[in-house]
């Protein structure tokens, strides 16, 4: 029927009639693992005519084979042969064509976030968390950046689970993109049917700030790290409020796109770290890249070194090259003190290669996992019970262990340990451990509306990040929350440690006001040609971005941990109020069906329409979340909302809860329920 229509001729914008030579792939680049195949005859066929819509059917003939060769092998079509020759990398906004702006900046951002440096399987479009990918395939990828090109003031492009399913006219103050990734029906909203989604070429899993194009490398999970530990060690471990975890031991695992931040920030709190990591490639990179200090496969050589540096009070990280498992159960064997301890493989993918099962390497996971997945289950089952079982032990020795958020403790639960949820039932009550930010991260920093603000600057110029660094502490006063003290120091010193990998990018964690007082600055900055044009963002795992129960709405208490009411309206409120891109994803950090995440990103060309933006979309950003904290009774979330309603009479309202006293609730419910029999 297809071929009764003229497709081509109705298209201006679209993929050329001519075939791509096969690029070279460079040896050495990390290549994601088969995810396997398992489409039936039927959905095999839908799955290549879906790749196919892309190209022009001349080309099919040529293409079917190939893209078939690659779904049986990888168990999804990467279009490898429509990679572009040579390196990818975020290069100068103005080296980019385009027709406005933001067009140009977001192909600054997609880039980025496929650069060798920066992206864990740049050929296969993943930028992190072991599946987080930009877009699904080469194919959509060309397109994104013609329609990119293309794009004007007056339009909007809209992608949905990577594909650019076109421009509609919009007007200025609306977002020039709009990305939804992954979100599926509630009943197939499971992992299996997902992965069919995924290999039948309709569903994106972005992760974060993957396919949401925010991903500033691993140091966009440095600060946050270096938050998350030093809290923890002043919470838990009797640290003074302005000391730092000099002298304490830290184990965790994971050096990879996110995880490879632990080492950093536990040199920069000035303790000792061990990470465990299973692939060599990984800890190489951040070897090179200085954010490890020291490796080795000899646990007696790693915690010869470790015990020395804790013993002199010095900073000190070094990579364990092995399993996690092996390393803690050395740990208890030798009845080595840890103080804390906590874990970062990717358990939200456990079973697609996210955590490597304890007795077989890296290589040899990755040859199980395509041929043997049920086998590969199996181990990976075993591996996560034996690994509870050594962190319990070590917790009754004094450590303080928590989940880091990748979905640790939902995997051992999954592995068939009952006990580790609460109520030795079901996952609904959490579980015996805290995640950080339940503990951790959600009271101190979240419910106050501190949380990851980032920007890149666009120029590419080293220049104008170290000029946005000294703006944004101008903005900062130390004296007002040991929390803003703490960011004070982090911007004072980010250019000595070194953080940037790929673009001229910066973290700041920041609340409400800090970000939109640092936003109009910067605006202001780029208006006087001080700086070139910069796009602000952040990652999704904020204040009011993510439902996400187990993890960044693990602190809510009400009851309504099983919403994505706050995620969807902090999306819909950000393209209302005129954000360059909002982003809207299924599953962000934790896996499919898991959570609802979103971000955004605000390209800063220094006009008054942009600070309009700013004054009204940043507060929104924010205090969405920290008003739905508030209204689940978090107390430093009524204090802030509390402080708000005064300080913004007029402007702003947020409803307040009034709090039932405790002891009545008790007696009411318990008489009630005594005389309902
Ligand atoms: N850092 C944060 O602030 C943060 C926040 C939220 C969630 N997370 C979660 O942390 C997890 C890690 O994220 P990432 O981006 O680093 O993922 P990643 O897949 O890039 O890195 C995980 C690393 O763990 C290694 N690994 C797997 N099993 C191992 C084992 N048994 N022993 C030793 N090493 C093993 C892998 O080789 C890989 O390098 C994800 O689930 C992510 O969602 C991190």
């Known amino acids: 029927m297809a071929k009764a229509f003229n497709v081509s001729q109705a298209m201006t914008i679209k993929l050329d009639g001519v075939l791509p030579e096969r690029p070279e792939f460079l040896p050495g680049i990390r290549r994601a693992p088969s995810r396997g195949f398992r489409l039936t005859k039927a959905q095999t066929e839908v799955a290549l005519k879906n790749a196919l819509r892309y190209v022009p059917s001349e080309l099919h003939e040529r293409l079917a084979p190939e893209f078939l060769d690659e779904l049986l092998t990888y168990g999804r079509i990467y279009a490898y042969r429509y990679r572009p020759t040579g390196r990818i990398y975020g290069r100068p906004i103005d080296e980019y064509a385009g027709k406005c702006l933001e067009g140009k900046a977001f192909q600054v951002m997609i880039d980025n976030n496929l650069d060798f440096e920066t992206a864990l399987y740049p050929y296969e479009l993943v930028t992190y968390g072991e599946t987080g990918q930009v877009c699904q395939n080469w194919l959509q990828y060309r397109l994104l950046k013609k329609y ?188 080595i003190h840890v103080d804390l301890l906590s874990d970062q493989t990717s358990c939200h993918v456990a079973y697609d290669g996210g955590y490597c099962p304890q007795g077989v390497t890296f290589e040899e996971r990755t040859v199980l996992l395509a041929t043997d997945k049920a086998k590969f289950r199996g181990m990976v089952d075993r591996s996560l019970r034996r690994h509870y079982e050594l962190i319990k032990t070590l917790v009754e020795r004094g450590a303080y262990f928590f989940d880091y958020g990748n979905a640790f403790l939902k995997a051992v639960f999954d592995a068939g340990v009952k006990e580790i949820a609460k109520n030795g039932v079901d996952e609904k009550d959490g579980f015996i451990f805290p995640s950080y930010v339940e503990d951790i991260m959600g009271p101190e920093l979240f419910d106050y509306g501190y949380g990851p603000f980032r920007w890149v600057c666009l120029s590419g110029k080293p220049e104008d990040l170290e000029k946005t660094d000294k703006a944004a502490m101008e903005c900062i006063d130390p004296d007002r929350r040991p929390q803003d003290r703490d960011n004070y120091v982090w911007i004072r010193d980010a250019q000595k440690n070194k953080l940037v990998v790929g673009t001229q990018a910066r973290i700041l ?36 971005g993510t439902d996400s129960p187990f993890r960044e709405t693990a602190n809510i208490k009400d009851g309504s941990n099983v919403m994505a009411d706050m995620a969807t309206q902090c999306f819909a409120g950000n393209a209302a109020r005129g954000m360059s891109l909002v982003a809207l994803h299924n599953g962000g950090g934790v896996g499919i069906g898991k959570a609802i995440n979103g971000g955004f990103g605000l390209v800063l060309d220094g006009s008054q329409r942009t600070a309009a933006t700013i004054r009204s979309a940043m507060m929104w950003d924010v205090m969405g979340g920290v008003a739905r904290r508030s209204w689940a009774r978090n107390g430093n979330s009524i204090a802030t909302v509390i402080e708000y309603n005064k300080k913004y009479a007029g402007e702003g309202h947020i409803t307040l809860p009034f709090l039932a006293d405790e002891e009545l609730i008790g007696r009411v419910v318990a008489e009630g329920l005594r005389k309902r029999g």
Do not use: C
């Not at 994106?204 to 993957?210: F, I, V």
């Not at 007696?300 to 498992?325: R, T």
């Not at 920041?510 to 109009?520: K, N, P, S, V, Y």
């Open 509 to 544: 964690y920041q609340d409400a006001e800090g970000r939109t007082r640092i936003a109009l600055r910067f605006n202001d900055m780029v208006a006087r040609g001080e700086i070139g044009p910069v796009m602000l963002g952040r990652d999704h795992h904020d204040v009011s």
């Open 148 to 335: 990119l090109q293309e794009l004007t003031q007056n339009q909007t492009l809209v992608v949905e689970s990577g594909h650019p399913l076109g421009l509609f006219p919009s007007r200025p103050n609306a977002p020039r993109v709009i990305i939804t990734n992954a979100l599926m029906v509630g009943m197939f909203d499971n992992q299996r049917d997902w992965e069919i989604a995924e290999q039948m070429g309709v569903a994106n899993y972005g992760q974060m700030t993957a396919g949401g194009w925010m991903y500033i490398g691993p140091q966009g999970i440095v600060h946050g790290t270096f938050n998350t530990i030093l809290t923890a060690g002043r919470q838990k471990l009797g640290i003074a409020p302005d000391g730092d975890l000099s002298g304490k031991l830290f184990i965790t695992s994971g050096l990879g796109g996110m995880s490879g931040a632990q080492p950093k920030a536990v040199e920069i709190s000035n303790g000792v770290g061990v990470i465990a990591e299973v692939d060599y490639s990984r800890i190489k990179t951040r070897l090179d890249q200085g954010w490890v200090g020291r490796v080795s496969g000899d646990l007696a050589e790693v915690f010869a070194w470790a015990g020395e540096a804790a013993g002199q009070g010095k900073a000190l990280s070094v990579a364990y090259h092995g399993n996690i498992v092996d390393l803690l159960e050395y740990v208890v064997a030798n009845n």
